[in-house]
């Protein structure tokens, strides 16, 4: 089983950035679609990006396109969402997940979690 560790969330006040990382373990991963999902307090969790095996395609929520970028590193293990232009709605713990058939936004379909990292946005 893969595991996950998310790392890079923090405190940041709106309109600023940050830059998340997921190292997995295995040596697998690019067998692996990578999705990213978050979860607000009081509110189910939720898609918000993921990217195909080779990182060629990659995919988001209507609520964070044109501001979150997700890329991955296969050589590293590693998948990054860079996340620009944070709002105080974008608070939430956010997690990375595998899935070794092609992605989805139903966080049902994914086979294994990171315990997540916080995200804070200040207005």
């Known amino acids: 089983q893969v595991q996950l560790v998310e790392s890079g969330g923090g405190l940041v006040q709106a309109g600023g950035s940050l830059r998340l990382s997921c190292v997995a373990s295995?040596?697998?991963?690019?067998?692996?679609?990578m999705g990213w999902f978050r979860q607000a307090p009081g509110k189910e969790r939720e898609f918000a990006a993921a990217i195909s095996r080779g990182g060629g395609t990659s995919y988001y929520a209507d609520s964070v396109k044109g501001r979150f970028t997700i890329s991955r590193d296969n050589a590293k293990n590693t998948v990054y969402p860079q996340m620009n232009g944070l709002k105080p709605e974008d608070t939430a713990i956010y997690y990375c997940?595998?899935?070794?058939?092609?992605?989805?936004?139903?966080?049902?379909?994914?086979?294994?979690w990171g315990q997540g990292t916080q995200v804070t946005v200040s207005s």
């Open positions: 295995g040596r697998t991963f690019s067998s692996y679609a």
């Open positions: 997940a595998v899935r070794s058939r092609a992605h989805s936004e139903s966080p049902q379909a994914y086979d294994s």
